[in-house]
Structures are given as structure tokens and as C-alpha cells.
């Protein structure tokens, strides 16, 4: 354990310290599928009595009609986070008939690509602007790798701690730079330390083989006809055959500051691209994309974890960061678990605010270029043969194995993990994560997606099979919860609220829709 980290954790542990960081605020954005019973995607539109998808808080659509999210607020206890999303399960269970959730990061029975329905949010300026978004990712990347679900955890540390740890580092800026920088710092490290949390929690190893139908690709047969894998996978996800973009595999995006972060993007997004330019070509009434360029907005640019400040009305996500600085990071690389009820557990959080903190204080240079080829070979390792224990990582400039890698971090884990028990005097509890998940580390048989194979040759199923066994385990589960009759009036007047909300938006336009797009594009 280094002397500057020392010092770091040393002066945490003081009153100040601690109090500063019992107010950690998280919260959980959890993507799930609507099927219909036999698993095929659901092609109803959303549900009305979840209410408006354009403006509830708490329930919308991502990119297709049928693929909800599901968003908490943003608490102090872990506890509370879980208890609202799994509150929301359940109200949402209510409201879909007979469909299921899917519960895999990975869908099944898609039938033909275009028949996957892009997610409609009204005839507000705002709701065009969303949907035309979507066609246009539809156009670039295929819709079916948009089907593809995963869980963001967001994370932030509240006023008090950023004053203590300025204090504790010496430093003069104004507060907002110095907490923005500080984000930037967790980012970067948390690129490079990534493959430990996909080694843990990935969760798509195997797939049906309807998903990648007339889609070539490296994957094996598994002997469980109909189910597609690599024996060491351990999220496929996060692989070439999920989230990522042969075009924006060349940007250059810069983690280095906000204001840097921020030029980039932008840079991406007035920079026009040719492929793209035939789309905005064609002759069709509806737009088929925001822009020619190579992002149509910020979200679009696909990353493991993203800085992140709540925007106002018709602001940008790039301005707000410049205007008011770094508020939250969500991470974004963790895949649903479907052996627990909504995909993520508590032992689970308390490992990545472990995480979050020791990217926050270890040392964190700027990456050059060699460091972010390392990162990328890194990842690629870790989601294909992450399981496979010869499977060696680029770190520090030497060859080593995951386990040799991770044990080298533990001590500084183990020393935030005793720091957090002491502040929220939890006994032990993160200790007890931070254990559970060392024992993954020793034993590849612990980690989810070991266990999804182990499940798939044990019990002689297919993918489909297992999936479908699982989500209707959970169906049932939530359809026997009910809610408290406060609960249930919260969820049912948070529906009526956003369905009158998007009727105001339609009866507010006031600008043509191509004059409100140049606006936001351009502001």
C-alpha cells in the first residue's frame, strides 16, 4: 500500500472524514425486455398504465418500444435504492398482462431485425426528437444490438466529502473544478481496473443462437443445441457483438478534463460522416437521423462509464457538465444477473462504491496512447476468455494474470471496504462484499457467467430454456408482491402525472420541429 494512498484513506478515517462519506448517493438504471410468454419480443406498445415513457421518472422505454428502463432516485442507503426499484418491478408487473421481463443481458426469439419497434414518445418537439434519435441508431448500428440490456449504477460523493478531500489534498481551485477533475480521475482508473468488475459480475456468456441468425460470427456451438458460446466468455455484452461501434472505435475522446471531455464530443458531433450523409440523402417524409455526423447527441457515444450532470430543459448533456461541473458517474459495463430478482443485489453495490472509491484515490495519470491500446486489449481478454486462467493482461507495462493483478489491489480494497463499515457502521458489511468477491477471484466457478454455463451443461438446457425458466421464476415472484396502498397510489399518480405532462409538451410546440432540432443541435 503506497504512502499517498495511506495518507488518503488516514484522513477519511478522522470524523470529518467518515460523516463525509455516509451520504454516498446511488442509484440504479436497470433496462429489461418486454416478451410475450413463449419469449418472442414484445411488439405491443407500452403499457398506458405505466404511464407516459416521454416524461415518468421512474419508468420508460430505451430504445425500443419494448425495451423498458427502469430508474431510481438517487439514495444514501443502499437499501432504499433496492427497495424503490424492486417496488417498481412489481408495480410495472401489474400493468404488462402476461408479458414477461426478460432477465438476461442478452434477448432470444427476435424474429426479422425490422420488426423490433423503435420506441415513440409523442408528437412534442422533445418526443420527435427521442424517436428520430433512435431511427437513426437503428440506421447506424442495426436494431438488434440495441436490444441488447444491461444495469448503469450511478455513484457520487456529496458536497461535504469534495471540501474534506480538497482540504486533504492541498488544492486551491474553485470547488466545482476540483470535484470535476476528481471524477475524471475515478474515470480513468476505473477504464483501467474495469476488467476486475467484469471478471465478477459479467453475466453473458452464451446466447441464443436466434439472436445472431445470419450474423456471422467467432462463437462455438454449445452442446445444448440452439445456444452459441465461448467457453471463457464472461460478457458478451461487452463484446464485438454488443455494445460497439467500428466508427467510433476511432474517436479520440479525451477523459482528461471536463472541459476536454466536452471538446471532443462535440468535435464528433459537428464532424459529418460519409456513410451517414446517404442516409440524411434519402427522399423519405421522416428523417432517418438527427445529423449526418458521426453523433447525432452525446449519448450516443458508447463507454463503460460516463460523467454525468442532471440537464435542465433543452440543455445539452456536454453544457451542463461546462456550466455546472461533474455531478455523478455512471458506470456502465454490468450486466444483469438473473439468478437475483432485479439484477443486481446489495453485496453487489457495496463491492463497486468500494470500487468507485479506490478509483478515486489511487493515482491516476493521464492516459497516452500505448496505456488506452492496453485498456482496449484488456477488455477484449477479459469478455472473451476472462474464465480461461492463462489468460494474461497488459498492466503497468508487464504481462500478468488476473489473479496476480487483483491480489496486488486487495489490501487498498480491503482498507476502503473497513473504512466504509467504520462510517456507516454497518458491521461489517462491505467487508463481507469485499470477501465474497475475493472468493470469485480464487474460484471462477463462483462468478455469474461461470454459473450460467455450469446451469446450461448440468441441466442439459439451452439458452432459450434457461432464460424463459428464470423469467418466469421472477414473473411470479412479483406477481405475488403487492404494494402498500401509499406505494400503490405513489406509482398510480406518478402515471397519470407523466401521461398529463406529455399532453402539456404536445400543446406547447411552438417552433417547428426543424427550427427547435437546430437550436438544441446548436447550442
Known amino acids: 500500500m503506497s504512502n499517498l494512498f495511506e495518507k488518503r484513506i488516514s484522513s477519511l478515517n478522522q470524523a470529518q472524514g467518515l460523516r463525509s462519506i455516509q451520504n454516498i448517493r446511488r442509484g440504479i438504471e436497470k433496462e429489461s425486455l418486454r416478451v410475450t410468454p413463449d419469449g418472442h419480443l414484445a411488439q405491443t406498445p407500452h403499457p398506458s398504465g405505466l404511464g407516459s415513457a416521454l ?10 418500444e419494448a425495451l423498458l428502463e427502469l430508474i431510481t432516485p438517487a439514495f444514501t442507503r443502499i437499501e432504499d435504492t433496492l427497495s424503490y426499484l424492486k417496488n417498481t418491478h412489481t408495480f410495472t408487473y401489474q400493468k404488462i398482462d402476461d408479458e414477461l421481463l426478460w432477465v438476461n443481458s442478452m434477448p432470444c426469439i427476435m424474429g426479422q431485425e425490422h420488426t423490433i419497434p423503435i420506441a415513440q414518445y409523442g408528437s412534442s418537439n422533445i418526443g420527435k426528437m427521442k424517436n428520430i434519435y433512435r431511427k437513426g441508431l437503428g440506421h447506424r448500428y442495426g436494431r438488434l444490438m440495441q436490444t441488447i440490456s444491461g444495469i448503469h449504477y450511478n455513484f457520487s460523493l456529496p458536497e461535504e466529502f469534495w471540501c474534506h478531500y480538497q482540504e486533504v489534498l492541498e488544492d486551491n481551485q474553485p470547488l466545482q473544478d476540483f470535484t470535476s477533475q476528481q471524477y475524471f480521475h475515478l ?8 476488467p476486475v468488475l467484469i471478471y465478477l459480475f459479467g453475466a453473458s456468456p452464451a446466447v441464443c443462437a436466434s439472436f445472431l441468425a445470419g450474423r456471422s460470427h467467432s462463437l462455438q456451438q454449445h452442446k445444448s443445441l440452439g445456444t452459441l458460446y465461448q467457453p471463457y466468455a464472461t460478457s458478451l455484452r461487452m463484446s464485438d457483438l454488443g455494445y460497439q461501434s467500428d466508427t467510433q472505435s476511432g474517436l479520440n475522446v479525451s477523459y482528461d478534463s471536463a472541459q476536454d471531455y466536452a471538446a471532443s464530443l462535440r468535435a464528433a458531433m459537428n464532424t459529418s460522416h460519409a456513410p451517414y450523409e446517404t442516409l440524411s440523402a434519402k427522399n423519405d417524409k421522416t428523417p432517418h437521423q438527427l445529423s449526418s455526423n458521426i453523433l447525432q447527441i452525446e449519448n450516443e457515444y458508447y463507454g463503460q462509464i460516463r460523467p454525468k450532470r ?9 453544457t451542463a457538465l461546462l456550466k455546472r461541473g ?5 458506470m456502465r459495463c454490468i450486466d444483469l444477473n438473473p439468478f437475483l430478482d432485479v439484477g443486481i443485489d446489495a453485496e453487489q453495490m457495496r463491492f463497486l462504491d468500494i470500487f468507485a472509491l479506490y478509483c478515486l484515490l489511487h493515482p491516476s495519470p493521464p492516459f ?19 474464465l480461461n486462467p492463462l489468460t494474461t493482461f497488459r498492466i503497468n507495462g508487464k504481462q500478468s494474470s488476473l489473479v496476480s493483478w487483483v491480489e496486488t489491489i486487495w489490501p487498498e480494497l480491503g482498507a476502503i471496504a473497513e473504512l466504509l463499515d467504520h462510517a456507516h457502521n454497518s458491521n461489517d458489511l ?6 465474497s468477491q475475493h472468493e470469485k477471484i480464487k474460484n471462477r466457478a463462483l462468478t455469474p457467467s461461470s454459473k450460467i454455463l455450469s446451469t446450461l451443461s448440468d441441466n442439459k438446457i439451452n439458452f432459450y430454456d434457461f432464460a424463459m425458466e428464470m423469467a418466469s421464476l421472477r414473473a411470479k415472484e412479483f406477481h405475488s408482491r403487492t404494494l402498500s396502498p401509499a406505494d400503490q397510489a405513489y406509482y398510480e399518480q406518478m402515471a397519470k402525472s407523466s401521461h398529463d405532462q406529455q399532453s402539456l409538451l404536445e400543446q406547447q410546440n411552438d417552433l417547428p420541429f426543424e427550427t427547435y432540432l437546430r437550436n438544441y443541435l446548436n447550442a
Not at 442532471?310 to 456536454?318: A, I, K, L
Open 55 to 64: 416524461t415518468h421518472p421512474a419508468i420508460t422505454t430505451d430504445y425500443s
Open 187 to 194: 474515470i480513468r482508473n476505473f477504464q483501467r481496473f474495469s
Open 310 to 318: 442532471n440537464t435542465q430543459s433543452g440543455e445539452r448533456p456536454t
Open 326 to 330: 461533474v455531478e455523478y458517474i455512471e
Open 368 to 386: 497516452d496512447e500505448k496505456e488506452l491500446e492496453n485498456i482496449k486489449s484488456n477488455n477484449q481478454s477479459v469478455v472473451l476468455e476472462g
Open 430 to 435: 462491505y467487508r463481507s462484499a469485499l470477501k
